[in-house]
């Protein structure tokens, strides 16, 4: 109970920040497409809310550069990118009071290699101002070559860093980064040398499991969007039926960047997940409902949930565990997650218990309506806080 | 009948918290904007003005200044473990996280754990999560899944190192699995480089490019 406590007291604080920041404007903002690799035109969309004061302006300022492999000095390449020659401008939008919400588009044409860094700031009437966190994505065709510099000379070797999606590269002054929870995806061998046909799937995953979806299944990743960094990787991947899968190449080089990884794929073969605090699944872009499976997944390969079904995989190495060998177990464990004992039930006949409180569950029920609940819910409850306690694992 | 809605006042803490920042938020949703009542009206065309592009330094670009903050040298090893061997197939020398991650789990869910060696110095240790429990999910003919367990996977291990390594020890409990694998054929690349370049051997000053031939094949993959 006493976490309860804790918890219910954060939730005080939190509420009434929420509340308090109602007299303050509003501001969001997504690129579009998330990562392309070609060249392209991008679009960064940032949206003014303030219904009270109004709208006057909404700006979006972007560092735009060449993606590179930086080795600081040291002898080795990074897996994740730096950027050389970069620009600085922006845009802004300017309106008058608007109460409704104020767009500003912001165009930009990409080449290859390229990385960029946007903020988006909306100020109301009033002159107070509102900014999103730094968020940084590649476009255009990848780096395939590093040079390496080793005291009286250079080198170049075949080299590939992690592509940026959605990557949060806020470095506060005099404190380390935040840390965050790095998810990568990988194309599957099914997408040949189809590696559009990968990132169109890749976004069909992202945006809806975090960004633009309105279902249940979405709200806590989409809540949670800013504790994640999701990025591309290169070819390498292979899944196949029956548990198989791999990274080959550079694809298993640069998966030591991320925590979880997904290899996207397009042909129909059962999805297989480690279950574990950090691993690699599968997950089919080319469903109806590709960004709650690709969450279902998430939930063994990044959290340790077990399934909640039958004829699923029921273990788990999940904190707290949501599912138990026993009906003991679970009812032990049940009051301390602040859950009822009452409630533990047996999945199916497979001698794993869980808390089923009657609600659709995304460890179990193939709904769009179903959310993270009882016990997996405070697990991911628990991964979150975690993250913003300073490690994520 | 499975309910859809309406969480029970026995919610989770977790759902709580999560769902009373979302009405928190929610309470800052603007109204619908009062000229919509009439009908739908055109978004607000802003004025629009362009700022002008100014260099970036390399040094002063927050990104770099991200990258050093966060990574090292390091060695990123992609290894087989199948029952109790490990066999190394690939290890590339890039800079990696800084952030240690902290696996817990036991039995089959027993991290995987690494430890680098140079001239027979303990030079960094790194724990990963072990792959041996798998969840199979059939999302096109329902109720096919099941838990599965492998004993041969492959993991990738992002494992700190300021100098060269020579030998990485493995251990994977979940299978029982050890060894020590040789690792001085991930860095001979560079250091042959080095040693061909007008300034012969002068790459070897690099911590990178230890002294000592770095052209063995890495045939020193022990199982104990």
Same mark, same amino acid.
């Given at each position: 109970?006493?976490?309860?406590?804790?918890? =219910?007291?954060?939730?005080?604080?939190?509420?009434?920040?929420?509340?308090?920041?109602?007299?303050?404007?509003?501001?969001?903002?997504?690129?579009?497409?998330?990562?392309?690799?070609?060249?392209?035109?991008?679009?960064?969309?940032?949206?003014?809310?303030?219904?009270?004061?109004?709208?006057?302006?909404?700006?979006?300022?972007?560092?735009?550069?060449?993606?590179?492999?930086?080795?600081?000095?040291?002898?080795?390449?990074?897996?994740?990118?730096?950027?050389?020659?970069?620009?600085?401008?922006?845009?802004?939008?300017?309106?008058?009071?608007?109460?409704?919400?104020?767009?500003?588009?912001?165009?930009?044409?990409?080449?290859?290699?390229?990385?960029?860094?946007?903020?988006?700031?909306?100020?109301?009437?009033?002159?107070?101002?509102?900014?999103?966190?730094?968020?940084?994505?590649?476009?255009?065709?990848?780096?395939?070559?590093?040079?390496?510099?080793?005291?009286?000379?250079?080198?170049?070797?075949?080299?590939?860093?992690?592509?940026?999606?959605?990557?949060?590269?806020?470095?506060?002054?005099?404190?380390?980064?935040?840390?965050?929870?790095?998810?990568?995806?990988?194309?599957?061998?099914?997408?040949?040398?189809?590696?559009?046909?990968?990132?169109?799937? =890749?976004?069909?995953?992202?945006?809806?499991?975090?960004?633009?979806?309105?279902?249940?299944?979405?709200?806590?990743?989409?809540?949670?969007?800013?504790?994640?960094?999701?990025?591309?990787?290169?070819?390498?991947?292979?899944?196949?039926?029956?548990?198989?899968?791999?990274?080959?190449?550079?694809?298993?080089?640069?998966?030591?960047?991320?925590?979880?990884?997904?290899?996207?794929?397009?042909?129909?073969?059962?999805?297989?997940?480690?279950?574990?605090?950090?691993?690699?699944?599968?997950?089919?872009?080319?469903?109806?409902?590709?960004?709650?499976?690709?969450?279902?997944?998430?939930?063994?390969?990044?959290?340790?949930?077990?399934?909640?079904?039958?004829?699923?995989?029921?273990?788990?190495?999940?904190?707290?565990?949501?599912?138990?060998?026993?009906?003991?177990?679970?009812?032990?464990?049940?009051?301390?997650?602040?859950?009822?004992?009452?409630?533990?039930?047996?999945?199916?006949?497979?001698?794993?218990?869980?808390?089923?409180?009657?609600?659709?569950?995304?460890?179990?029920?193939?709904?769009?309506?179903?959310?993270?609940?009882?016990?997996?819910?405070?697990?991911?409850?628990?991964?979150?806080?975690?993250?913003?306690?300073?490690?994520?694992? | 009948?499975?309910?859809?809605?309406?969480?029970?006042?026995?919610?989770?803490?977790?759902?709580?918290?999560?769902?009373?920042?979302?009405?928190?938020?929610?309470?800052?949703?603007?109204?619908?904007?009062?000229?919509?009542?009439?009908?739908? +009206?055109?978004?607000?065309?802003?004025?629009?003005?362009?700022?002008?592009?100014?260099?970036?330094?390399?040094?002063?670009?927050?990104?770099?200044?991200?990258?050093?903050?966060?990574?090292?040298?390091?060695?990123?090893?992609?290894?087989?473990?199948?029952?109790?061997?490990? +066999?190394?197939?690939?290890?590339?020398?890039?800079?990696?996280?800084?952030?240690?991650?902290?696996?817990?789990?036991?039995?089959?869910?027993?991290?995987? +754990?690494?430890?680098?060696?140079?001239?027979?110095?303990?030079?960094?240790?790194?724990?990963?999560?072990?792959?041996?429990? #798998?969840?199979?999910?059939?999302?096109?003919?329902?109720? #096919?899944?099941?838990?599965?367990?492998?004993?041969? #996977?492959?993991?990738?291990?992002?494992?700190?190192?300021?100098?060269?390594?020579?030998?990485?020890?493995? +251990?994977?409990?979940?299978?029982?699995?050890?060894? #020590?694998?040789?690792?001085?054929?991930?860095?001979?690349?560079?250091?042959?480089?080095?040693?061909?370049?007008?300034?012969?051997?002068?790459?070897?000053?690099?911590?990178?490019?230890?002294?000592?031939?770095?052209?063995?094949?890495?045939?020193?993959?022990?199982?104990?």
């Amino acid at each position: 109970m006493g976490a309860l406590r804790r918890l =219910l007291s954060q939730l005080t604080v939190l509420a009434s920040l929420g509340l308090c920041a109602c007299n303050n404007p509003g501001v969001t903002a997504l690129h579009d497409p998330l990562y392309r690799a070609s060249p392209h035109v991008s679009t960064i969309t940032a949206t003014g809310v303030d219904s009270k004061d109004g709208i006057d302006s909404v700006s979006i300022a972007v560092t735009v550069g060449t993606l590179t492999a930086c080795n600081n000095g040291g002898f080795t390449p990074s897996l994740i990118p730096c950027r050389t020659a970069a620009f600085q401008f922006g845009r802004e939008c300017i309106f008058s009071h608007e109460r409704g919400p104020a767009v500003c588009r912001f165009p930009l044409q990409l080449g290859d290699r390229s990385l960029v860094t946007y903020t988006a700031t909306a100020r109301n009437s009033r002159g107070s101002t509102a900014k999103t966190t730094p968020i940084t994505y590649a476009a255009g065709a990848p780096l395939t070559q590093a040079t390496i510099h080793v005291v009286f000379f250079d080198i170049t070797v075949p080299w590939e860093t992690a592509r940026p999606v959605w990557w949060h590269t806020d470095l506060p002054l005099g404190q380390a980064a935040p840390d965050k929870i790095d998810v990568g995806f990988f194309p599957d061998a099914d997408w040949g040398t189809n590696y559009q046909g990968f990132t169109d799937g =890749l976004q069909v995953i992202a945006l809806g499991s975090f960004f633009n979806d309105t279902h249940q299944f979405s709200n806590f990743y989409r809540f949670w969007k800013n504790e994640f960094n999701l990025w591309a990787g290169p070819a390498g991947g292979n899944g196949e039926d029956s548990c198989v899968r791999s990274l080959g190449g550079a694809a298993s080089t640069v998966s030591g960047a991320v925590d979880g990884k997904a290899i996207v794929h397009q042909a129909a073969f059962r999805d297989c997940s480690d279950i574990a605090l950090g691993g690699l699944g599968t997950s089919q872009s080319t469903l109806t409902d590709a960004a709650w499976v690709f969450t279902h997944e998430s939930g063994h390969f990044l959290h340790g949930l077990g399934d909640e079904y039958q004829g699923g995989g029921n273990g788990n190495v999940s904190d707290p565990p949501n599912t138990w060998a026993s009906k003991a177990a679970c009812q032990s464990a049940a009051p301390g997650l602040g859950l009822t004992a009452s409630q533990c039930a047996q999945i199916g006949t497979t001698g794993f218990w869980h808390v089923d409180d009657g609600g659709v569950t995304t460890m179990r029920d193939r709904d769009l309506a179903s959310d993270w609940r009882t016990a997996s819910g405070v697990a991911l409850s628990r991964r979150i806080s975690k993250c913003t306690g300073g490690a994520c694992y | 009948m499975r309910r859809t809605s309406s969480l029970p006042l026995t919610v989770l803490p977790g759902a709580l918290l999560s769902g009373a920042l979302l009405l928190a938020l929610g309470a800052c949703t603007p109204p619908a904007n009062p000229a919509s009542t009439a009908g739908p +009206t055109a978004p607000a065309q802003p004025k629009i003005r362009d700022l002008p592009k100014t260099p970036v330094k390399d040094a002063d670009d927050p990104i770099n200044r991200f990258v050093a903050d966060r990574t090292v040298d390091g060695l990123v090893l992609s290894v087989t473990i199948d029952g109790p061997s490990v +066999t190394l197939d690939q290890a590339v020398p890039a800079r990696v996280r800084k952030t240690q991650r902290k696996p817990t789990g036991q039995g089959d869910y027993a991290p995987v +754990t690494a430890i680098g060696f140079a001239g027979g110095a303990r030079i960094s240790e790194v724990a990963v999560p072990d792959s041996v429990v #798998r969840a199979l999910d059939d999302w096109n003919t329902p109720h #096919r899944g099941a838990l599965v367990r492998v004993t041969k #996977r492959q993991i990738v291990i992002p494992l700190a190192a300021a100098r060269a390594l020579d030998t990485v020890e493995v +251990t994977a409990p979940a299978t029982g699995a050890h060894a #020590r694998l040789d690792v001085r054929p991930a860095y001979a690349e560079y250091c042959r480089a080095g040693e061909k370049a007008p300034n012969q051997g002068q790459g070897r000053d690099n911590p990178m490019c230890p002294k000592g031939p770095v052209d063995q094949p890495p045939g020193d993959q022990q199982r104990r």
